[in-house]
């Protein structure tokens, strides 16, 4: 599974973004996938975590802030973030694992997509 994040870049605190994540391969639906996110000198820290039916799972720190959705007839899965403060500033990923339940740890995921930046700053 190839992966490849976008959607990324500055915005005002309180305004929203769309990350978007493409990925490869024709057996999508069975991936649990998830967004993780790292600040600069933090670690990476689960955000969101679909799964293929669409449930989805979301850090504290984002509930009712951000959506995580899929599409898999385009292979794709999306974090619409809304809201954002300063503090979700960081290099957002996007991840897959073939989990039955959806993982929050970084090293329960198989496939990572290359990253986008946040920015949230006035």
């Known amino acids: 599974v190839q992966l490849q994040a976008s959607g990324g870049g500055l915005v005002q605190p309180g305004g929203s973004l769309r990350l978007s994540c493409a990925a490869s391969?024709?057996?999508?639906?069975?991936?649990?996938m998830g967004w993780f996110r790292q600040a600069p000198g933090k670690d990476r820290e689960f955000v969101a975590g679909i799964m293929g039916s669409g449930v989805t799972y979301y850090a504290d720190a984002v509930k009712g802030r951000f959506t995580g959705f899929r599409d898999n007839a385009k292979n794709t899965v999306y974090l619409q973030m809304n809201s954002l403060k300063p503090e979700d500033t960081a290099v957002y990923y996007c991840a897959a694992t073939p989990s039955r339940y959806v993982p929050r740890g970084v090293r329960e995921y198989d496939y990572w997509g290359q990253g986008t930046l946040v920015t949230v700053s006035s």
């Open positions: 391969g024709r057996t999508f639906s069975s991936y649990v």
